[in-house]
């Protein structure tokens, strides 16, 4: 359904590729889906597809572009689990952010009049980023990591938002969900649901960490999400 398409650096002095699924027809809103550590992967990929049967136009930038272009890892290999770590811990989030920017400025020239954001993982983070960074219309993070680190930053959000917080992730331990819960609790542009017993990654749409209940429920709540806000 999609393809990629490549987007200039806000400073113009590069380009990177984004997947991009169309709807059939016009459509005034678009979706950027912002990956995991994995890459924009078939997982990430269809993630787009579905969004555009619904209407939208989906933009997944490849992030890791000055790492690696066209990273496609699967998080249930352990050397490609490995391999992703690498890269995040090598990769500049401030960056992806400009560069998740420069993907919304470009769904506006597309024609897109409001732009909700969605990630996962360290996409998840991205987006709650964004939301404090960025002129995107709403965000949604799934399981996003260190979250209750950047709460400093909450005050730049005008936006709605939105966060899927699994009880039993283990790379966003008790302590920081707790975090997340009581620094967010006054801020009226954030919504949080919490998934009880479920681990990272829940929502992934292939591969073992999939819990298929959780998905739906939290899919759900995000295209429900959407539909208020980017109408």
Known sequence: MGDFTPISTLSGDGQFDAYVAQPEGDAKTAIIV???IFGVNEGIRRKCDSWAK???VAYAPDLFWRLEPGVELDADVPAEFETAIGLMQKFDQDQGIRDI?????????AGAEKVG??????GGRLAFMAACRTDGDAFVGYYGVGIDGL?????????????HVPTADHFVLPDAQKAMHEGLADNRHVTLFDYEGLDHGFAAETGKRRDEAGAELADKRTADFFAEHLA
């Open 101 to 109: 920017e420069a993907t919304i400025k470009a769904a506006r020239a």
């Open 117 to 122: 954001l969605v990630g996962y993982c360290l």
């Open 151 to 163: 709460l400093s930053e909450q005050q730049a959000i005008g936006k709605p938002v939105l966060l």
């Open 34 to 36: 912002i990956q995991e």
């Open 54 to 56: 619904t209407g939208y």
